[in-house]
């Protein structure tokens, strides 16, 4: 699985947009781009996925560069409880049983 | 809504016992998972199971079991708890196939080991 940079750390004024970028550039054609998060003392929590097209759903946005070596988490309306680790993961199409590879994450900071 | 349950949230065991911890999913995935949490170390996976009674090492299987006789039930033992073994576990639950999935997580049982 290609390998992903995050920033260490981001803070966000509650009510603004959260824009969390990933640097992939090794990535390979059939990898997904997937977004969890963790918020403190409970388990990792799906956020979304995309291949190339940009995906939007009920939680966020996620922009993926045209050349597929970046992208960006959008939260478009953040609020305290998105206070939270977030980690992006690039990995190929299911294979049974095939663990995710966590990073360290961006941990976010959401302040009112 | 889907979900991944997990026995106990925090548990305290001492230093040798036999230690059980049960996760249970109702979405009737085929694959369940189960990973220890450290700082510093992230998320790194003891073993996993595929189908009812399969099971496969993961990257850190020393000193643990696992047991999946029902297909909503995974559960990991660690045989003669040490403390090394203090830690967060989490067991988390996926779909089988082809395409694009995503691992659901149960909360996490926080385990000291005195």
């Known amino acids: 699985d290609a390998k992903t940079t995050q920033p260490t750390s981001m803070d966000c004024a509650e009510g603004r947009a959260a824009n969390l970028p990933c640097n992939h550039s090794?990535?390979?054609?059939?990898?997904?781009v997937y977004w969890y998060r963790q918020i403190h003392s409970q388990g990792p929590q799906y956020i979304i996925h995309?291949?190339?097209n940009n995906e939007t759903n009920e939680m966020a946005s996620l922009i993926i560069t045209e050349d597929r070596k970046s992208s960006t988490l959008i939260l478009p309306h953040a609020t305290l409880r998105d206070t939270a680790v977030y980690y992006c993961?690039?990995?190929?199409?299911?294979?049974?049983?095939?663990?995710?590879?966590f990073g360290k994450g961006t941990t976010l900071s959401v302040s009112s | 809504d889907v979900k991944v349950t997990q026995s106990s949230r925090y548990l305290v065991k001492r230093t040798g016992e036999k230690v059980f911890l049960e996760c249970v999913q109702d979405?009737?995935?085929?694959?369940m998972f189960w990973y220890r949490q450290d700082p510093g170390l992230g998320l790194r996976l003891i073993y996993f199971?595929?189908?009812?009674?399969?099971?496969e090492k993961g990257d850190i299987p020393e000193g643990y079991s696992v047991s999946r006789e029902k297909k909503e039930r995974f559960s990991l033992i660690l045989e003669s708890a040490s403390t090394n073994q203090t830690s967060m576990y989490l067991c988390?639950?996926?779909?089988?196939?082809?395409?694009?999935?995503?691992?659901?997580f149960g909360p996490g049982t926080r385990l000291t080991v005195t």
């Open positions: 988390a639950s996926s779909r089988d196939g082809m395409g694009s999935y995503e691992q659901y």
């Open positions: 090794t990535i390979s054609g059939n990898e997904y």
């Open positions: 995309g291949l190339k």
């Open positions: 993961i690039v990995r190929v199409a299911n294979q049974a049983g095939t663990a995710l590879i």
């Open positions: 979405m009737d995935h085929e694959n």
């Open positions: 199971s595929y189908d009812v009674k399969m099971k």
